[in-house]
T-cell receptor
Framework: KQEVTQIPAALSVPEGENLVLNCSFT??????LQWFRQDPGKGLTSLLL?????REQTSGRLNASLDKSSGRSTLYIAASQPGDSATYLC???????????FGSGTKLNVKP | DVKVTQSSRYLVKRTGEKVFLECVQD?????MFWYRQDPGLGLRLIYF???????EKGDIPEGYSVSREKKERFSLILESASTNQTSMYLC????????????FGPGTRLTVL
């Protein structure tokens, strides 16, 4: 069974810092990997989706990379802002095409 | 703008009650999902449906059932609510394509007393 792990569980940084969130998965047979953002008490919002054939995707200050062979993905956030404070989750879409496996998330706090 | 809506944001029920959580999507998606989210455990899949009247068990189906009579609507049923079912419940939908994301509803915070 696919297992997804995110490290660290929580991160606190000063505003303006560049930071990296990590996601690892145990089974490299994936269709895609997604990064989501979740604000307290709310649903998940998709940030970036990387297909299994791709190495990275970029959106604004966010860049996500995927190394399928090593079972790793990183989410890079440039010039962090207080509005980036949220929980970030990664999810892989597995070999059962309709199943998504989620990590427990990294709770990010960006201090003004 | 795509939208997934859930019938309630907050719900308080008593042990033994039958509970219905409803989810509606307006994107004509084939797939719909119910998750529960608990601190430290992340999102866990309860059930999903890939077509009308079709359903598959997820990782934690015990104590739950589902119904999908129309493509846009997916209901989660707690036959006899228990305190260990107190949680945040999230509904999502997606299409079949490999590039298609999951879209999530706002969640229902269920408390069972």
């Amino acid at each position: 069974k696919q297992e997804v792990t995110q490290i660290p569980a929580a991160l606190s940084v000063p505003e303006g810092e560049n930071l990296v969130l990590n996601c690892s998965f145990t089974d490299s047979a994936i269709y895609n990997l997604q990064w989501f953002r979740q604000d307290p008490g709310k649903g998940l919002t998709s940030l970036l989706l990387i297909q299994s054939s791709q190495r990275e995707q970029t959106s604004g200050r966010l860049n996500a990379s995927l190394d399928k062979s090593s079972g790793r993905s990183t989410l890079y956030i440039a010039a962090s802002q207080p509005g980036d404070s949220a929980t970030y989750l990664c999810a892989v879409r597995g070999d059962n095409f309709n199943k998504f496996y989620f990590g427990s998330g990294t709770k990010l706090n960006v201090k003004p | 703008d795509v939208k997934v809506t859930q019938s309630s944001r907050y719900l308080v029920k008593r042990t033994g009650e039958k509970v219905f959580l409803e989810c509606v999507q307006d994107m004509d998606h084939e797939n719909m999902f119910w998750y529960r989210q608990d601190p430290g455990l992340g999102l866990r899949l309860i059930y999903f449906s890939y077509d009308v009247k079709m359903k598959e068990k997820g990782d934690i189906p015990e104590g739950y059932s589902v119904s999908r009579e129309k493509k846009e609507r997916f209901s989660l049923i707690l036959e006899s609510a228990s305190t260990n079912q107190t949680s945040m419940y999230l509904c999502a939908s997606s299409s079949f394509g490999a590039t298609d994301t999951q879209y999530f509803g706002p969640g229902t915070r269920l408390t069972v007393l």
